[in-house]
DNA sequence: CAGGCTAGTGACAGTCGCTGACAGTTGACA
DNA sequence: TGTCAACTGTCAGCGACTGTCACTAGCCTG
């Protein structure tokens, strides 16, 4: 049971996060100053920074919230199956409850918004790359151990993230131009691309 | 010929940009401050801004000649040579033409230092990799040109191009945390992770 | 070589992200 | 009901960055 001071607190979280991405995703990032948000929630700024460290972190919620259902779903999968097929399966068929879960806070129409706003954004690009950094070494440990392996010393468990997480990467980009930016799309072509990563690697392409 | 203004401004740019790589790796990055770095080189703070668009484009401007260094390395290997194969040996023969090329601008040893702080300081290691996933956009299209494939509809130029840099940068985080970090061990080290791609990618790992 | 032109600079004021300090208010709980 | 802790607003300040304006130093022409 959640109390009254609960609730009101994560009312004025939610509608802040609500608040921030609606004027992120319309006017644009930089154009965006923390003093419109707290005012559109009617709060002052210095409460804006109570809830969320900056300007930064408000644009990366709903991420954090995506990210950490990865992770979750890579450490449910049965332990015998090989690295590359448990990142694989994970995302393409973790997707679905990911998505639930970015609903029940805000719309996933403004999450998508929200994500090409960071793509085209540069201070956004680069503090997702990193956060992305932080989330391959993350499961990079968890795949070493997975395996029995030492993370400081076998390279394969790094090598296998870096190159999902690259492929994915790749695929969300894609998909980001595109207009056609709906969750059955990101799921093929992932599939697709992780399929072609192999003929990639080798030989050359002239050949078709 | 050079003009004396001309001069005077190259000499000035190259006394900000010491003295700001130096205060950024003895003292920290977050805790320079860009009036620290004018005061140092005796001119003022508006003067800082007129040579580096930010604090950050100064940490950087080592990194852009090393990125363009390698960017016309890959660009001159033979037409016929196969894109990984391409990127492996401009990587791993241009290393020295790189490395002359920054000693002329700033000491090498302090070129490693500032590559540290780089890796160690969140918003600098964020900058680093949107800087890095520009480069590759970069490489890619020059793959696909090389091969003749159309880098919008053909994935393989992106994640050919991904997956390497995701190997080069494994590689440079590990050289990052070891104490020898010399142009040696990053030169072995890559290509011994190049080689071990491809097994990371299939079956487990427990099976040594 | 005098005088004008312009690039380069410094000084100053202002915006925005963000933080610390302090005081007021509101919900929780005895 | 009164106390306490959590939450909030106000204010003052720092650092990154920008616009403006006046001034100086190098250059270029007559």
Redesign the interface.
């Known amino acids: 049971m959640e109390t009254l001071r609960e609730r009101k607190k994560r009312r004025t979280r939610e509608s802040l996060l609500r608040a921030a991405l609606e004027l992120f995703t319309t006017q644009g990032y930089e154009h965006t100053t923390v003093d419109e948000i707290a005012e559109a929630v009617d709060v002052s700024q210095r409460t804006f920074f109570r809830y969320f460290a900056g300007k930064e972190e408000v644009a990366f919620a709903v991420q954090n919230i995506t990210e950490a259902a990865f992770v979750a779903a890579v450490r449910a999968r049965p332990p015998?199956?090989?690295?590359?097929k448990a990142l694989r399966q994970a995302f393409l068929e973790g997707w679905d409850a990911i998505r639930e879960t970015v609903e029940s806070i805000v719309p996933v129409e403004l999450y998508l918004r929200m994500y090409r706003t960071i793509e085209s954004t540069?201070a956004l690009?680069?503090?997702h790359?990193?956060r992305s950094?932080a989330t391959e070494e993350t499961i990079a440990r968890l795949l070493a151990e997975r395996?029995?392996?030492d993370v400081d010393t076998?390279?394969?468990p790094?090598?296998?993230v870096?190159?999902f997480?690259?492929?994915i990467?790749?695929t969300e980009?894609?998909c980001c131009v595109r207009e056609d930016f709906g969750p059955e799309a990101l799921r093929t072509l992932s599939a697709?691309?992780l399929d072609?990563?192999?003929?990639?690697?080798?030989?050359?392409?002239?050949g078709a």
């Open positions: 015998h199956e090989a690295p590359m540069p690009l680069a503090a790359l990193r950094a395996e029995g392996v076998d390279p394969r790094r090598l296998a870096a190159v997480a690259a492929v990467r790749v980009r894609q697709a691309h072609q990563v192999g003929s990639a690697l080798t030989g050359n392409w002239r």
